[in-house]
T-cell receptor
Framework: AQKITQTQPGMFVQEKEAVTLDCTYDTSDQSYGLFWYKQPSSGEMIFLIY??????QNATEGRYSLNFQKARKSANLVISASQLGDSAMYFCAMREGRGSNYKLTFGKGTLLTVNP | EAQVTQNPRYLITVTGKKLTVTCSQN?????MSWYRQDPGLGLRQIYYSMNVEVTDKGDVPEGYKVSRKEKRNFPLILESPSPNQTSLYFC????????????FGDGTRLSIL
């Protein structure tokens, strides 16, 4: 079974609108964390936001926020006021365990296209 | 500036010709890792290293070797490359605190003919 599932291979959004990118995960660990990365067409991986399983509040970073629903095992990325520069591939990734020896497991990604 | 540097950025080579992709980080990170990215598959971990002289296999280690003789460097070695190793490769590093993100290099696009 996949540990990280991103069900939307591609998404389209109009400029200035909000968009939600879905991520569901599967783990039996109590301590885990979810990361979101952005990969523009130039190829580099850019860290966006992190949510720990024990964090009481949903993470926010500027226009990015995480809709974390622990019982549903989902950690959806919300981008508010989309910009043309938000067009990119977005990856959700999970770390399991609390120690330093953890591995990140990535989802297959969602390609977001922002239309003018 | 904190960074992970990979070289080369692009390489086209032929089957069986040994190659090395270098990776260096300037953040004094203990943990380093190699991933490959293929369309529709996301990023898959090849090898990782917890510290100098400590390496372990990831999910797709076949056909690759690594070494960690110095903390800052973590080269990826393809002893006898094959066409199925054509991919986009990323090196990453992070500190030991569990909520720190991995810092990625800019990627190396390898084409094995």
């Amino acid at each position: 079974a996949q540990k990280i599932t991103q069900t939307q291979p591609g998404m389209f959004v109009q400029e200035k609108e909000a968009v939600t990118l879905d991520c569901t995960y599967d783990t039996s660990d109590q301590s885990y964390g979810l990361f979101w990365y952005k990969q523009p067409s130039s190829g580099e991986m850019i860290f966006l936001i992190y949510q720990g399983s024990y964090d009481e509040q949903n993470a926010t970073e500027g226009r990015y926020s995480l809709n974390f629903q622990k019982a549903r095992k989902s950690a959806n990325l919300v981008i508010s006021a989309s910009q043309l520069g938000d067009s990119a591939m977005y990856f959700c990734a999970m770390r399991e365990g609390r120690g330093s020896n953890y591995k990140l497991t990535f989802g297959k990604g969602t390609l977001l296209t922002v239309n003018p | 500036e904190a960074q992970v540097t990979q070289n080369p950025r692009y390489l086209i080579t032929v089957t069986g010709k040994k190659l090395t992709v270098t990776c260096s980080q300037n953040m004094n990170h203990e943990y380093m890792s190699w991933y490959r990215q293929d369309p529709g598959l996301g990023l898959r971990q090849i090898y990782y290293s917890m510290n100098v002289e400590v390496t372990d296999k990831g999910d797709v280690p076949e056909g690759y070797k690594v070494s960690r003789k110095e903390k800052r460097n973590f080269p990826l070695i393809l002893e006898s490359p094959s066409p199925n190793q054509t991919s986009l490769y990323f090196c990453a590093s992070r500190g030991q605190i569990h909520n720190q993100p991995q810092h990625f290099g800019d990627g190396t696009r390898l084409s094995i003919l």
